[in-house]
Structure formats: structure tokens, C-alpha cells
T-cell receptor
Framework: ELKVEQNPLFLSMQEGKNYTIYCNYS?????LYWYRQDPGKSLESLFV?????AVKQEGRLMASLDTKARLSTLHITAAVHDLSATYFC??????????????FGTGTQLKVEL | NAGVTQTPKFRILKIGQSMTLQCAQD?????MYWYRQDPGMGLKLIYY???????DKGEVPNGYNVSRSTTEDFPLRLELAAPSQTSVYFC???????????FGDGTRLSIL
């Protein structure tokens, strides 16, 4: 059974600080996704990482993928209050016969204090 | 484009009742999915479809059924609702392998 673990589960940080969210997974995959969810809302796609060493950046967020270590990171640079949300990573394992089926982590709830 | 549209947005059911959650997408996506999200948790896959007429089980299919007669629609049927099915249900779609999944706004379902 594929396990996807995120840490930390909760993160409270001050504006202007940097921090990294980690996503570890337990099976071979080179397809990893990051999503953002605001309270009571749907999920918004942030990044799609499709190969070892992939790095994507959008604004203050940067995501990377190390398939050998089975690890993805989401780095936050100079956090602002608007980044407060829950962030999920999701993995599509290689050997499931296709279908782009995702297994989600439990999420990291980020609160950026003004 | 409306994207992925889910109806209803909210529903309260009594134990043992049945209902169908509707999902429609207008992006001509082949792949469609149903997830449930319990409070404070990530999403779990219920069923998915890779095209009209083709469906398969996900991680938590018990108590649910799906059909996919058209590319656009992917309804989720709950038979004999139970309190354990109280959750937020999300429908999603994607065009093909490697593409991000696009999510609907969700259906908040309570079973009392």
C-alpha cells in the first residue's frame, strides 16, 4: 500500500520567513503533484513534477522532486499572509496500470502570521 | 468554460436513503475521478474512469457505485447511506497522463 507522508502537519510562521514542507512516499514514482486548499474550498493545482530532479517555481513557492529519495519539497520564500492554506502533495505510482490515480498526503496546514 | 461542476453543493440524508451526486466537465477530459475528504484529512479515491464506458475502483469503493455513459458526466451513487459516508465529495478530471487534476467545488454530505 502506497503511503504518502507530509511534515509538518501544522506550521505557523511569521511573514518574511522561509520554510520547507516535506513529502515522503513509499513506492516508486516519478509523478508528484502539489495542491493548495483554502478553508471550505476546492483544491487548486500548484505544481506538476514529472521527473527526477524536476524543479518548478511560482512566486514565493518552489517545488522539487527527488525520485531516488522518494521525497518532494515545497519551499516557501519570504512568506506572506495570503499563503495561509492547507498544502497537499499527491503521488501517482508507476505500477498501478495507468489512470493517473493519486494518493494524497494528509496535508500541511500553513498559517502565516501578520 | 465552467470546468468541473458538481451538484448539489450541500445535502443531508437520513440513514438508509440513497442519492446520486452529479459531476459534469466541459473540457473534453477522458479521465474523471471521485474522492472523499474527511475532516482534517487528505483525499481518498473512491472510483475513477479513463473514458466513457470504463470505470474502476479506487481505495475506498464500498457503498458507492458509478457509471460513465458520456465523456462529460460521471455520477456517483450512494446506496443505503450510512453515517460513515458523511464527508465532502470532490469530483476531478484530467486530460491525460501527467496532467494536473481539475477539481469541482465539492458536495458536502451529512448522513444523520
Amino acid at each position: 500500500e502506497l503511503k504518502v507522508e507530509q511534515n509538518p502537519l501544522f506550521l505557523s510562521m511569521q511573514e518574511g520567513k522561509n520554510y520547507t514542507i516535506y513529502c515522503n512516499y513509499s513506492t516508486t514514482s516519478d509523478r508528484l503533484y502539489w495542491y493548495r486548499q483554502d478553508p471550505g474550498k476546492s483544491l487548486e493545482s500548484l505544481f506538476v513534477l514529472l521527473s527526477n530532479g524536476a524543479v518548478k517555481q511560482e512566486g514565493r513557492l518552489m517545488a522539487s522532486l527527488d525520485t531516488k529519495a522518494r521525497l518532494s519539497t515545497l519551499h516557501i520564500t519570504a512568506a506572506v499572509h495570503d499563503l495561509s492554506a492547507t498544502y497537499f502533495c499527491a503521488v501517482d505510482p508507476i505500477l498501478t496500470g495507468g489512470g493517473n490515480k493519486l494518493t494524497f498526503g494528509t496535508g500541511t496546514q500553513l498559517k502565516v502570521e501578520l | 468554460n465552467a470546468g468541473v461542476t458538481q451538484t448539489p453543493k450541500f445535502r443531508i440524508l437520513k440513514i438508509g436513503q440513497s442519492m446520486t451526486l452529479q459531476c459534469a466537465q466541459d473540457m473534453n477530459h477522458n479521465y474523471m475521478y471521485w474522492y472523499r475528504q474527511d475532516p482534517g484529512m487528505g483525499l481518498k479515491l473512491i472510483y475513477y474512469s479513463v473514458g466513457a464506458g470504463i470505470t474502476d475502483k479506487g481505495e475506498v469503493p464500498n457503498g458507492y457505485n458509478v457509471s460513465r455513459s458520456t465523456t462529460e458526466d460521471f455520477p456517483l451513487r450512494l446506496e443505503l447511506a450510512a453515517p460513515s459516508q458523511t464527508s465532502v465529495y470532490f469530483c476531478a478530471s484530467t486530460v491525460d497522463w501527467g496532467g494536473p487534476q481539475h477539481f469541482g467545488d465539492g458536495t458536502r454530505l451529512s448522513i444523520l
